[in-house]
């Protein structure tokens, strides 16, 4: 069996891709302008999952798309639970914004629109419960760097891309952006795998997927 096959099989199983969701991603896809770089539906699910059991009252998410993986975590979020989503592009913005609302989820969740860096900074200093990382790989240490000085302990910290996009062990990388994202995933595996203060498993997903708890 191979991995092609196991994921297939898994799928067809489990069938992560709820119909409500499948509608709403479908209509994003047939405008044309949305990149298809959201997590895979197994991803979202393990998300849900995770949120299900951990249970977090407040969340934050840095790179929100359209919503896809937002959806996800805010499904299974307690009723008391909220969750901030950050987004750099205000078209995206908008559309996650729609789609949260048309999914019944626009109570639970803000999407804010700006530089994930900034609006971070505006967050103030309220322990947060979950993190889930997901937008420029290159500022990866850096929302580590939040994430470790914001999670209360026992919180968890998810982030997705741990493979950079297939190119994490490449060793020349012609590409400056590139280069500047794989160095970034690199420095967030390392740290967030060596430090004391984490406890860490690296998930072997299509695209890697590193789940930490804060000690
Ligand atoms: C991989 S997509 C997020 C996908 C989403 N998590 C999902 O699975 O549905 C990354 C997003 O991060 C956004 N982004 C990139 N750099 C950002 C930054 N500095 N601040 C906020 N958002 C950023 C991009 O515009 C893009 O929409």
Known sequence: MNDEMRRGYAE????????DLRVVLEDCERRGD????HV?????RLLQLLVM?????????????VGFSTAYLARALPA????ITIERDPTFAALA????????????????????????DQLGDDPVD????????????????????HLRPGGLLIADDAFAFGHVLDREIEDDELRAAVIGVRTYNHVVCNSDDFFT??????QGLTVSVRR
Do not use: C, F
């Not at 067809?12 to 119909?19: H, I, K, N, R, T």
């Not at 895979?40 to 979202?44: K, N, T």
């Not at 979950?130 to 000085?149: E, F, N, Q, T």
């Open 34 to 37: 949305i990149p298809a770089i």
């Open 12 to 19: 067809a199983v489990v069938q992560p891709l709820p119909d």
């Open 40 to 44: 895979d539906p197994d991803v979202g």
């Open 80 to 83: 008391d639970g909220r969750l």
């Open 130 to 149: 979950l993190v889930v990382i997901d937008a420029d790989k290159r500022s990866y240490p850096r929302y580590l760097k939040w994430a470790h000085g």
């Open 97 to 120: 914004r729609d789609n949260l609302a048309r999914l019944g989820l626009g109570e639970r969740v803000e999407v804010r629109a700006g530089d994930a860096a900034e609006v971070l």
């Open 201 to 206: 498993v690296m998930l072997t997903t299509a």
């Open 53 to 65: 059991i951990h249970r977090p009252r407040r969340v934050v998410e840095i790179g929100t798309l």
